[in-house]
């Protein structure tokens, strides 16, 4: 199929995700190659992010998550840290009112309380603002890492165990599940990473257990409709077996 197709071939269709998780991958990569500074990078990803959401709402994706800030990006420098949380709060401001029209809910996983509290102010109203939709479900990955999650499970798990609420006999994979950041959430059917990096990144690590990878070249800047569907089109070339036969 053409890369430059904007529609879904039939086939596609019929095995659409249900749930599709994004590592957004290589915006300093981009902003460098065009000597440009880092921060040009992440605005020009923003806009693929725009354009995917956009995408997947219109395809009849149910959910998105995208792995917008991890939580070992703490450590980049303090200037493109800041930039990116003043991004983040305005395309919040100037996107929301499209996202309502678009029906799009959103949630946000990840460390809330360790990002700026006009973040977490912002982050309270377009949640409110978009409470009531029930189109595609769009999961922000905020101050997010998998194994921190887990390890958050596990405390919330052994607490309910020491104070008798839980009998450690019962603990099992939905237990696990449930006490996950993602509580609500189906399991990713597919894990697309941009810019070729063939690692999961601290990602969802317990949810995507089963999920399909697809790895592009491609920089996320660079992402947009046609390059989503492509990988859609690989996702349904693939046949998910589950551990069987």
């Given amino acids: 199929m053409s890369i430059h197709a904007s529609h879904l071939s039939p086939e596609a269709k019929a095995s659409l995700p249900q749930h599709v998780a994004v590592i957004m991958d290589g915006n300093g990569r981009w902003a460098k190659q065009r000597h440009l500074p ?10 693929s992010a725009r354009a995917i959401i956009r995408a997947a709402g219109e395809l ?3 959910y998105l998550t995208l792995y917008a800030f991890s939580a070992e990006n703490w450590n980049r420098p303090k200037d493109e840290v800041d930039a990116l949380m003043k991004y983040l709060v305005h395309y919040l401001k ?3 009112s499209e996202l309502n029209k678009n029906n799009v809910r959103l949630e946000v996983i990840g460390q809330i309380y360790r990002l700026p509290e006009n973040v977490q102010e912002q982050l309270k109203k377009s949640m409110a603002t978009l409470s009531k939709n029930n189109g595609l479900t769009l ?5 997010y890492g998998g194994r921190i999650e887990i390890v958050a499970a596990v405390r919330a798990i052994a607490e309910k165990a020491k104070s008798g609420k839980l009998d450690p006999a019962d603990i ?3 237990v696990i599940s449930q006490h996950l950041w993602t509580r609500n959430i189906p399991d ?3 894990l697309i990473r941009t810019s ?3 690692r999961v990144s601290n990602f969802l690590l317990w949810q995507i257990s089963y999920a399909e990878l697809v790895i592009t070249p491609t920089l996320w800047p660079d992402f947009r409709k046609p390059q989503f569907i ?3 089109e690989e996702y349904a070339r693939r046949h998910r077996r589950f551990g069987g036969v």
């Fill in 139 to 143: 999961v922000m990955a905020l101050s």
């Fill in 196 to 198: 070729g990096e063939m």
């Fill in 94 to 96: 100037t996107e929301t």
């Fill in 172 to 174: 099992n994979e939905q």
């Fill in 188 to 190: 990713p059917d597919v």
């Fill in 38 to 47: 880092r921060i040009e990078g992440h605005r020009q990803g923003a806009e």
């Fill in 230 to 232: 492509a990988a859609l």
């Fill in 60 to 62: 009849g994706i149910k």
